[in-house]
């Protein structure tokens, strides 16, 4: 377990000045700076909706680019830069030749490439729920205040966190086995545009794809139930497609393991 | 014995890489690992290190087996295998502050190896920025840094100018006499290995050609003489006459077996006192090419 915990540190120590780990801060940043730069800019046009209206809309347009599209994307590029940082500098030899399991290296990048996920969605509650209020009160014909969205965003983003663990296992495994950069991204997008038409014209076994998950699992998180109060949202966070994604990253990462342990170092 | 192997092979595809290697490899010795380019040189090395699967043969580290004791073994092995493994994105001591974390060693110890490898004053600029030989120094601090028994390092050397070359090989022999490492180095340079190593296993196609004491590999390889004068046929003959084993004579030049210094200066006593000039005399080393033909040609 030792060993586990200071690769994690070296992970962290070694990443910090790069763009892989910038930019899972910089992403949500960026994209809620944009989309509340436009709320305020448009404050009239939204005046009039009601404060749960509001908060829908607000987290409606960030969720529409990165729940769906930006998400799969953003998961491909983090799992090679995790990696990448070994292939760049021909550092595998060394990493295996330490002192250390080489079980407790491999989940160590691996958690830690899970850890940036899980902050990236984090914050991307955070901010949504910090600029949400922000707003409120540098236009306070916005009525932000008067609604509190924060369980229903943390919910929403863990929902996505899940099912974006079998994309994120697979091409972790792929950047790991692969040097280059064209071959784990390129046969993630194409996976990944298989996912959107899958979804997008509604195919049966959609779910199977890990591709798909973050867009179905935005889709399957308003159960239609009703006798619900209005002014409530349920969250469904443990649908078909979470399961399935959980289940493909159980598979990918232990089998990732084997092949880890078998596979020569060149 | 430090490395022991037996009956190592390995194969990449049909191909056979390293062909029933037993090496042995003395506490307190410095091994020189010698062969040509495409020898199988690394190949031994990163099965030494388990970075390849052992597919025939064995091998024991400090007596132990591999698959039993890899973190008791890795943990006493400073490695460094070709181009040395560096995040150019980090400073030099960055790098080792990051090894540092792993192996658990304290802060005081990566100032101390970069004074030892002369980084000290480049401690804080980008190792993607640094000379080559600054690199290979770098490489070398990282492998000393958890202070191990046995330094591994694979072409250690390439890149360096004859300064960096002689630091290196001073730094080796300091932390073989005074600090009882042992030390596994190969170079494709017959001269470099002769200067510094103890024991000395020459590998070819694979195969180990020889094996033993570094004074043993003096009776094979033979140095000679060279020596420039302006009338090298008479010059021969004299020296024949006293005695001496002239094996190539050329317009200008004539080579004699080497013997010791003092006869080198006898040589050079002669020639000056018959009337010849001597325009330059050297000890020259045989190429690595000549002496695999000579042991092939003697163990066939």
Do not use: C
Not at chain 1, 6 to 35: D, N
Not at chain 1, 94 to 112: D, N
Not at chain 1, 206 to 235: E, F, N, Q, T
């Amino acid at each position: 377990m030792k060993g586990f915990f200071l690769s994690l540190q070296s992970e962290f120590y070694k990443s910090r000045k790069t763009l892989g780990f910038w930019s899972a801060i910089l992403l949500p940043l960026i994209l809620i700076l944009f989309v509340s730069i436009g709320f305020y800019l448009h404050a009239d046009k939204f005046a009039h909706n009601p404060p749960m209206v509001l908060w829908l809309f607000f987290a409606g347009l960030v969720l529409n680019i990165m729940g769906g599209l930006l998400l799969p994307i953003f998961v491909i590029f983090l799992a090679y830069s995790v990696n990448s940082i070994e292939h760049k500098a021909d550092t595998w030899k060394t990493l295996f030749s330490l002192p250390i399991a080489k079980w407790s290296v491999y989940s160590a990048k691996f958690v830690y490439a899970l850890l940036l996920l899980f902050m990236t969605l984090l914050l991307f509650a955070i901010f949504t729920i910090g600029f949400g209020d922000l707003l409120g009160l540098l236009q306070p014909k916005l009525k932000f205040g008067d609604y509190h969205a924060e369980w229903m965003l943390l919910q929403i983003y863990f929902k996505l966190f899940l099912a974006a663990l079998g994309i994120l296992s697979i091409q972790f495994l792929l950047s790991l086995l692969w040097s280059d950069f064209l071959k784990p991204m390129g046969i993630g997008f194409v996976l990944f545009i298989i996912g959107v038409i899958s979804v997008g014209s509604e195919w049966t076994y959609a779910y199977l794809i890990p591709y798909a998950h973050p867009m179905l699992a935005l889709k399957s998180m308003i159960p239609h139930r009703k006798g619900l109060p209005p002014d409530r949202i349920v969250i469904d966070i443990f649908t078909q497609d979470v399961f399935v994604s959980l289940a493909v990253f159980a598979v990918v990462f232990v089998a990732g393991f084997f092949i880890v342990q078998k596979k020569s170092v060149k | 014995m430090v490395i022991q192997t037996e009956g190592l092979s390995f194969n990449f595809g049909s191909q056979t890489v390293v062909n029933s290697l037993s090496l042995q490899v003395p506490q307190g010795s410095i091994y020189g690992f010698l062969g040509p380019n495409g020898a199988g040189k690394t190949t031994t090395i990163k099965l030494l290190l388990n970075l390849l699967q052992t597919q025939e043969g064995s091998i024991q580290l400090f007596g132990l087996d591999f698959k039993a004791n890899r973190k008791e073994i890795l943990s006493q092995v400073g490695s460094l295998i070709e181009q040395p493994a560096i995040y150019a994105h980090l400073t030099g001591r960055e790098n080792l502050m990051n090894r540092a974390i792993l192996l658990q060693v304290n802060e005081k110890r990566v100032d101390e190896m970069l004074t030892l490898v002369r980084l000290s004053g480049a401690a804080e600029k980008k190792a993607g920025k640094y000379s080559l030989g600054m690199k290979q120094r770098l490489g070398i601090a990282l492998a000393l840094l958890s202070d191990p028994k046995l330094l591994i390092l694979d072409e250690p050397t390439n890149g360096l100018d004859p300064n960096g070359i002689i630091e290196i090989r001073e730094l080796l022999k300091n932390l073989v006499t005074n600090h009882g490492k042992t030390v596994f180095i190969s170079s494709h340079l017959l001269g470099e290995i002769e200067r510094m190593a103890t024991h000395v296993g020459i590998i070819h196609n694979g195969k180990l050609l020889f094996q033993g004491d570094i004074k043993d590999l003096d009776s094979i390889s033979q140095p000679q003489v060279l020596v420039e004068t302006d009338n090298a046929v008479d010059a021969a003959n004299l020296l024949t006459k006293n005695s001496f084993t002239v094996v190539d004579v050329k317009d200008d030049s004539l080579s004699v077996i080497y013997q010791s210094k003092e006869k080198t200066g006898q040589i050079n006593a002669l020639l000056n006192h018959a009337g010849y000039k001597v325009y330059s005399i050297h000890k020259v080393q045989k190429d690595l090419e000549k002496l695999f033909l000579d042991i092939t040609q003697k163990s066939a």
